[in-house]
């Protein structure tokens, strides 16, 4: 069953003003679903495919005599020989849209075609899904903590109630276990990490000590929501830590993790200048830590970092799927008064608190006084987001904003 993705048109309008469009993001997200619904009129040719890869890597310059555009090359990470053949025949052509290419993650790549295609691709990345896609949501905006947003909103939101979402939360937003009830989870994310381990992390990055690089990824799944602590984390697994990062690296840029900046201003004394670390993947986090339930993990002591991080992930995917770039933040003094999200737009920070509480009030949103020390910029509206059932205001501007309302 096909769900349909809400960065669709994002994709349609890079293929209307480029002459390549490349879909990356973590595996099994839904990149070759998407293009394959997207356009189902175009050849498809899989690079999985050994002899295919084989004459893709080997004979370039004939690869797309036997298969010309437009086309869709799937897994293209395996043959990146295939990038400068693209670049000549769109030079030679002008078209737009000719091209439509997938990999499973990024790692040196972006860098290679941005160089070999500059001003001729358009790349987007493609998150798992968000919880509008699974309830069957149209809403596409981005999300941003303003009345004029939250009005036009709430016409369009899904009701869900607490234990409703932690099942979708635990389940994980990768298409095929979100959407196949009957699938089971653990064999699921067993499979898939057995998959991402030996086929991208070994193969492509040539990291041979794979229980090694398991226990790491276990103990960035217990950080999640937290702050990133690269020698604790080094400790913990028994590496260096230049592999630490090294490793992170790798989980940052084939779509399993993401590194939320932290915000840097002088005003702010002694302010924490280390990223927080979100999974993108609540499932898969809880999987590698053996929170095999909703149930428990709803009430575990990683509820409230692992909220953090699936709320972090939804506005994240928000912008992405609209095919925007987006400045995320979060702050922290050296008194550990913390805004958990900081969206800056428009020379605008945007404050964001995250509770699993159902009825926040004017308490925790008391850190957002430390924004008002910050000259040279503006501080817009904002509030938190939790499990509230009705959007209401806490204070002039700032606001209690249902999960279902991002």
Request: aromatic share 10%.
């Amino acid at each position: 069953m096909y769900i349909k993705r809400h960065i669709e048109e994002a994709v349609l309008r890079r293929a209307e003003m480029k002459g390549a469009v490349v879909v990356t993001g973590a595996r099994q997200v839904g990149k070759t679903t998407l293009i394959e619904n997207l356009m189902p009129g175009i050849p498809k040719i899989t690079l999985d495919d050994l002899p295919v890869r084989h004459r893709a890597s080997n004979s370039p310059s004939t690869f797309f005599n036997i298969s010309p555009p437009p086309i869709f090359v799937d897994e293209v990470q395996y043959a990146p020989e295939l990038f400068h053949y693209i670049k000549i025949l769109l030079d030679n052509s002008h078209n737009k849209g000719d091209f439509f290419l997938t990999w499973s993650q990024s790692f040196d790549l972006t860098k290679n075609v941005t160089e070999s295609l500059a001003g001729r691709v358009g790349i987007l990345e493609l998150l798992g899904l968000s919880l509008r896609e699974i309830t069957g949501e149209v809403w596409n905006r981005p999300f941003m903590p303003t009345f004029d947003y939250f009005k036009k909103r709430n016409a369009n939101k899904a009701i869900l109630g607490i234990s409703k979402t932690w099942k979708i939360i635990h389940r994980g937003c990768l298409p095929e276990i979100a959407l196949n009830a009957d699938f089971d989870w653990a064999d699921f994310y067993s499979d898939y990490l057995k998959t991402y381990i030996e086929r991208d992390v070994r193969k492509l990055t040539q990291v041979a000590d794979e229980d090694s690089f398991y226990k790491f990824m276990v103990v960035c799944a217990a950080m999640s929501g937290q702050l990133l602590n690269l020698a604790s984390l080094a400790n913990d697994v028994g590496i260096s830590v230049p592999t630490a990062k090294r490793w992170l690296s790798i989980l940052k840029t084939s779509g399993i993790v993401y590194l939320l900046k932290p915000y840097s201003n002088n005003v702010i004394q002694r302010a924490v200048k280390t990223p927080k670390l979100h999974f993108l993947d609540i499932g898969l986090a809880s999987y590698l830590t053996r929170w095999l339930t909703a149930e428990n993990l709803s009430i575990g002591a990683n509820s409230g970092s692992f909220f953090e991080s699936f709320v972090v992930s939804e506005i994240l995917k928000s912008y992405t799927n609209a095919g925007k770039e987006v400045d995320l933040y979060f702050i922290r003094d050296g008194n550990k008064k913390e805004i958990d999200l900081l969206i800056h737009e428009n020379n605008t920070l945007y404050p964001i608190e995250i509770k699993t509480k159902a009825e926040p009030n004017e308490k925790d949103i008391q850190s957002f006084k430390m924004l008002d020390r910050i000259k040279n910029i503006n501080i817009g509206e904002g509030g938190v987001i939790c499990f509230a059932n009705n959007f209401l205001q806490l204070n002039e501007r700032n606001y209690i904003i249902p999960l279902s309302m991002i």
